[in-house]
């Protein structure tokens, strides 16, 4: 998973980051992003890095401590409902990948970027098809990003519990669906991704 890192290292960079997203596809929450720059010596490569989706979640909780520990520099940044509502899902995730790199406390002069169109950063970068499956350092930040957001809506379950947020994460769950038509549209759905069921779910 090293291979797009080691020909920009040969090419003279050497604050590579990786960026990633989680959450574009839920019908609740916030989207979130992550950018993270890691320690590319082969006796510091974490074992077990691999695509969020592949990995169990006890898993994913373990590593994301092991890549905090020991990156060099990363931010973790979210967008809310209301703004994915008023500017869409893409622009809302091009959003959140911005202010990723603005927060970092040290800026990269690559990134590797898990495939998004349209987006524009203060330094070169490449973007990847399936790239948390293919890069070390967007895998690196895809479980930041996937651990960040399932640990927020694990907490806001606790304000809207009849939702089990912390089962389903938002994600449109045959259980998901059910709660959405006993109880309605919370404040914390996204009204754009059920504007085609909201006459039928009510808007709580």
Do not use: W
Not at 29 to 39: C, D, E, L, R, S
Not at 126 to 136: F, Q
Not at 170 to 199: A, M, P, Q
Request: charged letters at 30%; proline letters at 2%.
């Amino acid at each position: 998973m090293l291979e797009f890192e080691k020909e920009l290292m040969s090419d003279g960079y050497n604050f590579i980051a990786g960026i990633d997203e989680a959450g574009r596809g839920p019908l609740a929450g916030p989207v979130y992003t992550a950018m993270v720059i890691m320690p590319l010596d082969s006796d510091k490569i974490i074992s077990g890095i691999d695509d969020s989706k592949k990995l169990t979640a006890l898993k994913r909780e373990e590593l994301f401590d092991r890549i905090i520990d020991n990156a060099i520099a990363y931010a973790i940044c979210s967008v809310d409902e209301k703004t994915i509502d008023e500017i869409n899902i893409l622009q809302a995730t091009i959003k959140c990948m911005k202010k990723c790199y603005e927060t970092i406390n040290i800026k990269p002069d690559y990134c590797l970027v898990d495939y998004i169109s349209g987006l524009s950063l203060g330094c070169k970068f490449n973007t990847i098809v399936k790239g948390d499956a293919k890069s070390y350092s967007i895998a690196c930040a895809s479980i930041l990003a996937k651990v960040a957001r399932d640990k927020y809506m694990k907490d806001i379950s606790k304000k809207f519990p009849e939702y089990q947020f912390e089962k389903h994460k938002g994600y449109g769950t045959k259980l998901h669906y059910e709660l959405l038509e006993k109880f309605g549209i919370s404040e914390i759905h996204r009204k754009s991704f059920l504007k085609n069921i909201g006459e039928h779910f009510g808007n709580n």
